[in-house]
Every structure is written in C-alpha cells, then in structure tokens.
C-alpha cells in the first residue's frame, strides 16, 4: 500500500512538474512574442528624451541636453530639389524626408541612432504596450504636446494621418502597403489610440511607431486631390516650421519658437539646391554651405589637403539608410521581359570597375536588396560575373540575334535600342550610364543615355515612362522588400518600377511578412535573395560608406552607429556667422 502510494505521489508529481513545464514554456512564448514586438523602448538624454520633451516649459529656449551656444545656421547641399514637401504621397523622396521628417512633422516613436539593431525611442508617444497575441497596439501620447500653431497633438490626429495613408483617392500606395494587416485604429481617449490588426506583421512596432503625424485641422480635406495637391507649406509639431521655399534655389526652415520640447540650438537650417558636385564642393570652400555629402573622389583626396582639413571635418561611416545603386530593367518593356535578356544585362556590366572607380575601393558589390551587414543578406550568394562571352550567349539563348547584320541585335522586328534614364547632374552616374553604353555596344546592344532633371526622373519613374533606370534605394537594417518587388505594387503608383511580377516571390514576401520567429524569416528572405539573384529585376550594383564634409565651426558632430543628428550640434558665438 505504502508502495502504491509512493508510485502515486511519484507520478503525480511528474504530472504537476509537465504542466509547471508547459505553462513555464507557455509563458516564454508569449513572453518572445511581446519581445518581438516591444523593443525596449529606454529614456535616453538629448533630443529623443522623453522625460525631457514632456516636461519642456513652452517658454524654455533650449535644451541643456547638449553644451554650447544657440544661435547661427546650418545650410546643406541638397543633390536634387524635392517635388513636394508632403510626407505620405508617393512623391516624397529622401529629399522630402531630410526636410520634414523630424525637423517639421514628428512620428510617434524613431530609431536609436546608437544601436545596431531596430530599437525605437519615444517622440511624440509616451509608451506603447503589446497584446500577449501581438494583434493589438495601444499608444498613448504624452500629454503637454502640441503643433506649431498651439493646438494639442491627440488621438485624433493620429487616427486621421493613418485614415489619410488608408484613402483610396490618396496618393498613398507606397505608404500603405506597410498598414494593410491593420483592422482598424481606435480612438480610446484623447491621449490613447488603439490599433487592431487582421494578421501578425513583423514590422508593425517600426511601421505604427514611425508613422508621421500630421494635424487633422490642417490637412482635413473633402476631395483626396485636395490632400495630393498639397505640395508646400508644411504643419507640424516638430523643432522647425516652414519659411519658405524658393523654387529652383532652396528651402528655408526656422526654429519653433513654440516648441513643446527643448529646442535645437541652431535657429534656421537652409536646404539649398545644387546638383552638381563640383559646385558644391566650390560652394562649401566658399564658406556658402556647411555640409555636403561628396564623391569618393572627392572623399579621397580633400582631407589630405592641409587647409581643407583645417576647415572642414571628413565623416566616413556605414550607414544602413544610405542604401545602394541599381539598373532597373522595366519588364513592361520588350526588351527585359526575359530574365535570360536581365541576367546579360548584368553579365555585361563591369561592377568591379565600377566600385574601384566610383568609389575608390571603399564600396562594395552586392547581389540583393539587404543591407550587406544585415542578417537578411545571405552572404553565401555570388555575383554574377562580369562577362562578355555569357551575356552574348544568353541574348542569343532568348531570341535577340543581328538578324539583318547592321550591328544591332533585333527580335520580332524590334531593334535592342533603348534609353538609360537617371538624374542628371550626377557625375557617377554619367559614368555608369556610359560604361554601360560602351560594354552593351560590345554585344550588339544600342543603349542611349538619358540624363533627366530630377522631378521629371522621378515623374517618370511612377508612370514607367523609362526603358532602363540607373537609380538608387535608401536602405534600413532590416527591410520589407515588399514595397520594391511584390506584383501588388506595380500599379497606382506603387514602388515596383519595373513591373516585376513572380508569384513565388509574391509567395516568399507575404509568409516572411506574418512570420515573426527570425531565423525563420530570415530563411524565408535568403530564399528571396536567390530567387532575385536568378530572376534580375535589378542589376544590384553596388553599396559604399556614406560621407560628409561638414563645416569644423559646428561642434559635437557624433557620427553614430545609424547616421548623424543635427539636432546635437551647436556654433560656439564667437564662430557664428548668421543672425
């Protein structure tokens, strides 16, 4: 009897100790799902601090997050004039977001410069918490911010910014691609808003949590085209508001005197049009600008330079949003609709040379669309090689063969004859287009380069109005290449340029999109690298440092681990230039 009931006790303890074991693993699951989709969102001190923004007198002046003076300006070299200065349309390029974003119209939550992976810090929110099944967010806003014009920032702003990227008839697509598994938003409190998705996506924290949000008073409108037609004259609760915008020379920012938070020290910034390099340079040894970003060249030589180097600081540094070049091949076209014709086009580009020409060795090649650093890029995979003889072979393999001996390959009639658009001004990439010319001539291929004011190369970039497009992508640590690559984007606007359309990397976006384990989803993405390292929609060329020259007047310059902040540096009074 005293056996049986030891055997009992005995199992039964077993039993007890598997379902302590279950609810224990239970409880880690759930506690890895919260993880996944609640990065530690830490007060940090400066510009991001929330304790700091929040309890900021509207009357303070500046911040005593960073030492030195207030006072002077900072006047930067931009390489191409923005199309509009309104944030969620698909006009917006980095250009819109240098200006605006964080300077004019805050988000919700942004990134911490000085960590190396995706972790964001409060701006306009207070705190976000997760639902145990991650299918629902609630943010709550701080409570004393406002916009530039003294009305509080509330939950109805934000619901109205995300109902905005939502419209139908607003020119939105590249935008709303990243809150499709969004059910809907909520308005629980004045102060507190409530989204509920349809589907786990792995990006929801960085897609809800960066979103920009704009004053409903300002932006409300009846018809859509209203809201697209906004092209100037920005609103928002950021450190500067809009002065004004010389159309063709320079965009002019002040500082928010009205501020919520502490404010920048330096009290305009001056974003003046100059798009080519030479003349920027010149503009800089001048004393007209203070920053730039220059070529490799460039980058190479001037710090070498005694009086440069006593002038101006050089920044060298990795950065994830700097992105990398690409030729764009438009499948909607005759020519590229064979992915043996991409696969030549790649064959017959140099990207070797490319890289220790254009970027002095400093670059590198690469074979997808991932930040090179990132664990999404598979390593593994090899660049196609720089070959002549194989591109021949593979044009001949899909049809377009010098059918009537005039040197030019032809097929159904049609003459392999088409233009290579990119931005003109831009002496890197008046040397691409050329090196193609010249390698394509090679095989039987008539390439004509097509240098295109920057807002008409972008104007035509939306409507596919291009054969083949040299341009580049910004990057982040870890991307959604949803946007760029997924058929759903080829029409209204959307990102994928060249039309390309494969179902298995339709297939291979959409599961890593709701997979939230990482090793599995960055399984998913080395599949997608490899099914676009096959298929060549792109020619992935190359990626590189990004660099500045910015004026030695500005202190407390810190390049971080993901870019530099502006919003740090101050001018000592006795440098000063502006009043």
């Not at 930040?371 to 995979?381: A, E, L, T, V």
């Not at 190369?457 to 109005?465: A, K, T, V, Y």
């Given at each position: 009897m005293n056996n049986r009931s030891g055997l009992f006790t005995f199992l039964l303890f077993l039993l007890l100790l598997a379902m302590i074991a279950m609810q224990i693993l239970s409880m880690i699951q759930s506690d890895r799902l919260y993880e996944r989709l609640n990065f530690l969102l830490e007060n940090i001190s400066g510009r991001q601090s929330a304790p700091n923004r929040t309890e900021a007198n509207p009357t303070a002046q500046t911040s005593d997050t960073h030492p030195g003076d207030e006072g002077d300006w900072l006047i930067w070299a931009m390489a191409g004039e923005v199309r509009t200065l309104n944030l969620l349309t698909v006009d917006a390029t980095m250009e819109t977001l240098s200006v605006?974003?964080?300077?004019?119209?805050?988000?919700?939550f942004y990134y911490d410069l000085d960590f190396d992976g995706v972790k964001l810090k409060p701006v306009l929110a207070e705190s976000l918490t997760v639902s145990d099944d991650g299918l629902e967010m609630v943010v709550k806003l701080k409570k004393n911010i406002w916009f530039s014009d003294g009305k509080p920032v509330t939950a109805d702003d934000v619901i109205f910014t995300y109902e905005t990227i939502m419209n139908p008839g607003v020119d939105a697509s590249t935008q709303r691609n990243y809150y499709q598994n969004i059910k809907k938003v909520v308005k629980i409190d004045d102060k507190t808003v409530k989204f509920i998705f349809n589907e786990l996506y792995w990006k929801s924290l960085e897609s809800v949590g960066v979103l920009e949000v704009l004053p409903k008073h300002i932006y409300q409108f009846k018809d859509p085209n209203e809201f697209n037609k906004r092209i100037s004259n920005p609103v928002g609760s950021g450190p500067y508001v809009f002065e004004k915008w010389d159309v063709g020379q320079q965009i002019v920012l002040k500082r928010n005197e009205n501020y919520w938070g502490p404010k920048p020290k330096i009290?305009?910034?001056?974003?003046?049009?100059?798009?080519?390099?030479?003349?920027?340079?010149?503009?800089?040894?001048?004393?007209?600008?203070?920053?730039?970003?220059?070529?490799?060249e460039q980058v190479t030589d001037l710090p070498k330079d005694p009086q440069f180097a006593k002038e101006f600081n050089t920044i060298i540094f990795w950065e994830p949003a700097f992105g990398y070049w690409y030729f764009g091949w438009n499948e909607a076209k005759p020519f590229f609709k064979d992915k043996k014709v991409r696969q030549a086009m790649t064959c017959l580009t140099d990207r070797k040379a490319i890289v220790e020409q254009l970027t002095k060795g400093k670059g590198t090649i690469i074979t997808g669309?991932?930040?090179?650093?990132?664990?999404?890029?598979?390593?593994?995979?090899?660049?196609?090689?720089?070959?002549?003889?194989?591109?021949?072979?593979?044009?001949?393999?899909?049809?377009?063969?010098?059918?009537?001996g005039d040197g030019i390959r032809d097929k159904d009639?049609?003459?392999?004859?088409?233009?290579?658009?990119?931005?003109?001004?831009?002496?890197s990439a008046e040397q691409m287009a050329r090196w193609l010319k010249d390698n394509a001539a090679k095989v039987g291929i008539e390439v004509i380069p097509n240098?295109?004011?920057?807002?008409?190369?972008?104007?035509?970039?939306?409507?596919?109005?291009?054969?083949?497009?040299?341009?580049?992508?910004?990057?982040?640590?870890?991307?959604?290449?949803?946007?760029?690559?997924?058929?759903?984007?080829?029409g209204e606007h959307g990102s994928n340029y060249v039309s390309f359309n494969n179902p298995a990397a339709d297939k291979l976006m959409e599961q890593a999109r709701r997979e939230l384990n990482e090793g599995k989803r960055y399984a998913l993405y080395h599949q997608l690298h490899k099914l676009l390292q096959d298929e060549q929609p792109y020619t992935f060329l190359m990626t590189r440092p990004r660099y500045y020259f910015i004026d030695k007047r500005f202190e407390n310059v810190i390049a971080h681990k993901l870019g530099i902040d502006p919003f740090e540096w101050y001018v000592p009074k006795d440098k000063q230039r502006y009043k």
């Open positions: 605006c974003f964080n300077n004019i119209i805050e988000p919700l009290e305009k910034v001056i974003y003046k049009f100059i798009s080519n390099g030479v003349a920027a340079l010149q503009a800089l040894r001048s004393h007209d600008i203070d920053i730039f970003e220059p070529g490799s669309p991932f930040y090179i650093h990132g664990k999404q890029n598979d390593p593994n995979i090899q660049p196609w090689p720089y070959d002549l003889q194989k591109a021949a072979q593979l044009l001949d393999e899909a049809g377009w063969i010098d059918h009537d009639g049609v003459p392999f004859r088409f233009k290579q658009s990119y931005p003109a001004g831009g002496t240098p295109t004011e920057w807002s008409i190369f972008i104007g035509n970039l939306h409507e596919r109005n291009f054969d083949a497009v040299e341009s580049m992508w910004a990057g982040v640590i870890e991307e959604d290449p949803y946007q760029i690559f997924h058929s759903s984007q080829i």
